[in-house]
């Protein structure tokens, strides 16, 4: 790779904090801290230590006055960070939302248009960076025909065609499969020796980025504003402060979250089973015979059957129809072949169909979990969505009260009962959803990728629920890529595969 | 592949898009369209519009696009037209010999040349925008706004990074039709839930939407540095070309309407 004009930045801290408009706290105080030109940086801190807005802030994209009031100075290379457009390289956690143009090339060109790059350098630069983070598809290819670890390296490349000195990276592969991760991780390590740019970045999962770094700082909220709380050697810190570390949420090898105890029961009946299910997102069939074939069947012949105080986890990369499956068996989708067919201890006195069940039916029998909490907000107020659930079954507000109260407590929700859903943290709206679907106490539950982007606080929260919920009897169904959660719950495995 | 300044020509090969129209500026075609929709608005006769018509129809055999192509994306035209029709046929302003009538509806001599003129109107105004438009790419178009006309790039290109978010909103949309089943909610109540959706959609779609500008504003968009663009985009001899042909369909169909006198221009005195 051509490195002219990369030269690695410096980063100083100097007394900076950062206060988003509306907020009455800082997200940032009295930040003092130096990165040299070079130097690999994992930033680690709880959830609220203002990681995130550091990176945003050296990135220069935190904005104006409107957006909110800074004190201090943040400078790279000397100059304030606002100022260093282009000197700073941003990728940010969610693929979905840095992909900015329809065609790879365009999109990976788009950084160096707004530097106003001359033309005849543009092209070069595009490949030079595909090259760099090895995304090896031609130029007009679709960007949306990437899979997620193809896009996040397209966002690293789009960031890395720009020549940053500073490569800042914000959680991201916490969305991606095991497979996504490998790849990121492996493209950020060839920019940086081909570059020799300075990396900051942020992951709650450590392990795969530790052999990339040569620095880890922590930081830590307290009264005196943000501070340092640990600095060094990888393994210096984590092995000093590893512990209060995993407490805080952070994934530390050797202080992974601990796993629930096996199954205290005997599997028991059959809840639900499927068979020759072929699924699809979209299509209605008109004909059954010609339905396994139509375009948009993403998984066929598909068999399983999920039992009562027993989890089964749905695995496989992704597009290959995960999300789809655990929707179709959940009653949310009609498959488009094959049959799903509930069990008289779960239909009670209903029909097998759970299809043909009314919404308010599908409470007490399936509850399902999504992969984005916000699609499945109803209400202004954390107790509100808990509500909603009960509600529809017509209990009354005391009995209503006895299912909730406990939930709250146990998902550590009690204290954001008046919140608004949209305002809570990742972590927080994934254990609202969770609650939200036992109100009702489904006899099977169904959740995608609930461990998705959690920190290994919320991770083993969750988990240690789920295994509770088996033990009582519930049939569990998890689609997910966590291949610790799958041991953790020692669940059944139904691996799918892409097709086509 | 070689490190050309121009890497898509020899590639561009999906759908409907290749053969000479393909190779037009995007903004020559919304030129060209806008060329042929001008007169045929201001006037209002059948003559004129006819002309037009059958001019384009012989004009789309060079076109380059197949029948197929030609006939699924024009549908909704030939579908709209004769709906828009048979309404002022209707109900439109009714004179001379009045030839059926029930309770509002009148169906007079008047009303059914109306009828008709403004049917042809319709084809002649929308199948040219729809032909030229199913060669047009949006990233094409946008670096032909900002370049050949010269339109604020943080506008244009802000407007075509959010186009791409509409696939988003619609996987949204589905997404929160199963949740509300999911939660118990979606068995009455249609017209509430729908704008709860609706909501729900605009939160999400907020959401999305400042995170994108996060993204953009990371790659420097908006920065006071005056932008380059990776994709020259040139209106050329065909640009003209093609608008010089759209500007002779459109004097072409008003001469003729002058010429047999059918010519009604609506801004003009009523007769």
């Not at chain 1, 999300?323 to 509930?342: D, F, K, N, Q």
Request: hydrophobic share 50%; with cysteine.
């Amino acid at each position: 790779m051509n490195t002219a004009g990369t030269r690695p930045a410096r980063i100083d801290a100097r007394g900076w904090g950062w206060r988003h408009a509306g907020r009455a706290a800082w997200a940032v105080a009295g930040l003092e801290l130096r990165i040299d030109a070079g130097e690999r940086v994992l930033l680690l801190g709880a959830s609220g230590s203002g990681k995130s807005t550091l990176l945003h802030g050296l990135a220069g994209v935190l904005g104006g006055d409107e957006e909110g009031e800074a004190a201090g100075e943040l400078l790279v290379d000397g100059a304030p960070a606002a100022a260093a457009r282009g000197r700073a390289g941003l990728v940010l956690q969610d693929p979905d939302s840095q992909v900015i143009l329809a065609r790879v090339g365009d999109d990976v060109a788009f950084g160096c248009e707004n530097l106003g790059v001359p033309r005849e350098q543009i092209w070069p630069r595009v490949h030079d960076a595909l090259d760099a983070v090895g995304l090896d598809v031609a130029l007009d290819r679709p960007t949306k025909a990437l899979s997620g670890g193809q896009k996040q390296r397209l966002a690293l490349a789009g960031a890395v065609a720009m020549r940053p000195g500073l490569l800042l990276l914000d959680e991201p592969t916490a969305n991606l499969d095991p497979r996504g991760v490998g790849e990121v991780v492996g493209a950020v390590g060839r920019v940086l020796d081909a570059t020799g740019a300075t990396l900051v970045v942020v992951e709650h999962r450590v392990d795969a980025w530790l052999p990339l770094v040569n620095r880890v700082i922590v930081l830590g909220a307290g009264e005196a504003g943000t501070t340092v709380v640990a600095d060094g050697s990888p393994q210096a810190v984590l092995g000093g402060t590893g512990a209060t570390l995993a407490a805080a949420g952070v994934w530390v090898p050797g202080f992974g979250p601990r796993h629930p105890s096996p199954p205290t029961t005997a599997e028991a009946e059959t809840l639900l089973d499927a068979t020759g299910l072929a699924i699809s997102r979209v299509h209605r069939p008109r004909k059954a015979s010609d339905a396994a074939f139509a375009p948009n069947v993403v998984a066929r012949e598909i068999a399983l059957d999920v039992r009562a105080g027993s989890a089964l986890a749905v695995t496989g990369p992704n597009g290959a129809g995960k999300s789809t499956l655990g929707l179709t068996i959940a009653g949310l989708l009609a498959p488009v072949a094959g049959r799903v067919r509930a069990a008289p201890i779960l239909a009670g006195e209903l029909g097998p169909d759970p299809m043909r069940w009314r919404s308010r039916e599908l409470l007490t029998r399936i509850g399902t979990v999504f992969q984005d909490p916000e699609h499945q907000l109803l209400s202004a107020t954390v107790r509100g969505e808990l509500e909603v659930g009960p509600r529809a079954l017509g209990l009354g507000q005391a009995e209503m009260d006895a299912r909730i109260e406990p939930l709250l407590e146990r998902l550590r929700l009690d204290r954001l009962a008046r919140a608004n859903p949209y305002t809570l943290s990742g972590g927080e709206k994934r254990r609202l959803t969770v609650a939200a679907a036992l109100a009702t106490a489904p006899r099977m539950l169904v959740l995608d990728e609930p461990t998705f982007g959690q920190d290994a606080r919320t991770w083993a929260e969750l988990v240690a629920l789920l295994a509770e919920l088996r033990d009582e009897g519930t049939g569990i169904v998890v689609v997910t890529h966590d291949d610790d959660v799958v041991r953790a719950l020692h669940a059944k495995r139904y691996a799918l595969e892409v097709q086509r | 592949m070689s490190e050309s300044a121009e890497p898509f020509a020899a590639e561009r090969t999906a759908g409907a898009r290749h053969g000479w129209l393909a190779g037009v500026n995007p903004v020559a075609k919304l030129a060209a369209s806008a060329v042929i929709a001008l007169p045929l608005v201001f006037t209002l006769d059948i003559v004129s519009a006819a002309v037009a018509v059958v001019l384009e129809c012989v004009l789309f055999l060079f076109a380059g696009l197949s029948w197929r192509t030609f006939w699924i994306r024009t549908a909704p035209v030939w579908i709209a037209a004769p709906l828009t029709g048979v309404t002022i046929a209707l109900y439109g302003r009714s004179s001379g010999t009045v030839v059926f009538e029930w309770f509002i509806m009148r169906v007079s001599e008047g009303s059914l040349e109306l009828a008709l003129a403004t049917f042809l109107r319709v084809l002649a105004i929308a199948l040219p925008s729809v032909v030229l438009f199913v060669t047009v790419d949006p990233t094409d178009l946008a670096d032909g706004l900002a370049q050949v006309w010269r339109l604020p790039a943080r506008f244009v290109m802000g407007a075509l990074a959010g186009l791409r978010m509409v696939g988003l909103f619609i996987d949204d949309w589905r997404a929160l039709e199963l949740a509300r089943r999911a939660r118990g909610v979606a068995d009455a109540g249609r017209l509430r839930r729908f704008f709860g959706m609706a909501f729900a959609l605009l939160v999400l779609s907020i959401r999305r939407g400042s995170k994108l500008a996060t993204a953009m504003e990371a790659r420097g968009f908006g920065a006071d540095t005056p932008r380059t663009f990776a994709r020259e985009s040139r209106f050329g001899a065909s640009g003209w070309i093609l608008v010089a042909i759209a500007a002779a369909v459109s004097i072409i169909a008003v001469a003729a309407a002058v010429a047999t006198g059918a010519f009604n221009f609506i801004l003009g005195p009523q007769d």
